[in-house]
């Protein structure tokens, strides 16, 4: 049966890959780049992995109820991963290529980076999910299959480290008293 040209299908499919990739790749990314510490780099590559990782099951993921969220998910368990068989000589440098920055105060960012690169991955993860993706314990809980109470102590335990690492520096940078 043809179609004339001004009819269209009756009942429109799920969500395209490529339109979804598109609309969610720059937040992936965002992502992406504070799991790694600001490893610009290193958080394309984790783009593209957890984006090929979507493709190959795109019939299933557009299915679901919060696919976004399930990118999300794919994200962090990709970036734990790596971190668990990474076994290259690639070291973290604390130099940073030249970004367009929209902040007020790029010092204060890169200072906050580079404390990020100090905490292991798994409490960046929850960092990352928790503060910058502004999830609640529970939906970071389900995202990286740990309990609630995990969730908050790895929290915990995170900022209590950035805070050591930051000491004066981070009075410096905010003109505060010092982190609390």
Do not use: I
């Not at 979804?20 to 394309?44: N, P, S, V």
């Not at 795109?58 to 696919?67: A, H, I, L, S």
């Not at 367009?100 to 960092?127: F, G, I, N």
């Amino acid at each position: 049966m043809k179609h004339s040209p001004t009819t269209g299908p009756a009942t429109p499919g799920p969500p395209d890959f490529l339109e979804f990739a598109t609309a969610r790749g720059g937040h992936l990314f965002k992502t992406a780049y504070l799991l790694t510490g600001g490893d610009r780099h290193l958080a394309e590559d984790l783009v593209q992995e957890a984006l090929s990782r979507l493709f190959v099951r795109w019939r299933r993921v557009c299915k679901v109820e919060n696919p976004a969220g399930y990118a999300q998910t794919v994200l962090v368990n990709t970036f734990l991963s790596l971190r668990r068989r990474r076994s290259s000589t690639e070291r973290v440098t604390f130099e940073f290529p030249e970004v367009a920055v929209s902040d007020t105060d790029p010092t204060l960012r890169l200072t906050l980076l580079r404390a990020l690169q100090d905490v292991s991955a798994s409490d960046r993860a929850v960092l990352v999910l928790r503060y910058w993706e502004d999830r609640s314990v529970e939906e970071t809980a389900a995202a990286l299959q740990l309990s609630p109470t995990a969730v908050r102590s790895r929290a915990h335990r995170a900022l209590n480290r950035m805070r050591a690492l930051l000491g004066d520096s981070l009075a410096e940078q905010t003109g505060s008293g010092g982190p609390r």
